[in-house]
């Protein structure tokens, strides 16, 4: 090419490699938005589009909220950032206490990072670190869940349990064993919140351990409700069950609240619904409602006291992020939770979980190419049989016919549709996304 050709591009959408994206359909006819208010996102052209999924889990309190916008806009003004290596501001203190007190019994210290892929790696970092601080280094095995989603880091991919995530990626973290998934739709089908079958698949946990001795395991990392692969919620007595096994055996258990925390099943953490205390939480999207990214990981009393150890002077632990306690991040979330305090917005959702899981199932159940609903919190998920031969082509046809004719965002994962709408949505609003879902499914039948 000599230097004077120009250089065209065939439109001005081909520089950016989407994520998790169909690029080439995408290009062709673009889902685009420009807003944002309450439970809509805006196009250029001003039409709106239904959330019904908060972004991506996240938007729990709604789209442009006041509040969170003024607090941003006014951090941005006066600190724009600060290290929090060796130095700090006030706010992430503010915040951390915060998070602290709304996590059960005494996971009391919260460690910061920028998204909840690190999150789960700062975890299960932690864990491998906890134990060499408290003289087992040899316990360095992790335990995932086969369709437990963790994020795309290493660590993440490594324990999780979703094949695509995992098969492109070479060989990942060794010493890395997975739970069954706690999914059967032989005996699950059409449960609202939690199945009653399954608790017993808690007990594979005995067996891995048994395989690889107790002494060599470090930590278990689960996601209460598996969210991103299809919204799995925990059979009744399974999360009890994975608690008490991994006291007896001494080892850590981790949940990653990442979707599940922050009110999207009512409470402030699933921990709390559930009864369970893990030692660790991971957090992220919900706690600045996705309005900056942060994330983090809540940790018990005696894990961190653990680390306390040692002349003062010495750093305790080797890891941290750039961004860890971004200002911005941590305004965001100071106002976030005021909001989610100031409008009871975690006891709405428990408050609307029957209205919203009897608008799904009688709205949807029946159409054609439906085989489960599931329902849990504000969260649904409706499985469709898959196109002969071309498996997640339905799940993709009814996310684009819903953004286009319906003026609805969905999200789907293979062929099933999820969704997970602002904890501020109304009644009618909840009927609203059952009529557009139920007129959708029709059309890609
Ligand atoms: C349970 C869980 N963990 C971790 C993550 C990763 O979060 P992020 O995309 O912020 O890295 C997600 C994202 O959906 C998630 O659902």
Redesign the pocket.
Known sequence: MSAATPVLAPNDLESYWMPFTANRAFKKRPRMVQGAKDMHYIRADGTKVLDATAG??CCNAGHGRQPIVEAIQAQAAELDYAPNFQFAHPKVFALAAKVAAMAPADLDHVFFCG??????DSALKIALAYWNVTGKGQKTRLIGRERG????GFG?ISVGGIVNSRKFFGTLLAGVDHLPTTYNRAEQAYTKGEPDFGAHLADELERIVTLHDASTVAAVIV?PMA??TGVLPPPKGYLQKLRAICDKHGILLIF?E??SGFGRLGFGFAAERYGVVPDMI?F??GVTSGAVPM?GVIVRKPIFDAFMKGDDHVIELFHGYTYSGHPLAAAAGLATLELYKEEGLFERAKALEGVWADAIFDKIKGLPNVVDIRTLGLVAAVDLTPIEGKVSLRGYQAMEHAFHEEDMMVRYTGDTIALTPPLVISESQIGEIADKLARTINAVA
């Open positions: 991506l889990w998204s909840g892929s690190e999150a789960v989603y963790h994020g795309v993440g996601e969210g991103s990653d990442v979707i991971c992220a999207k994330g």
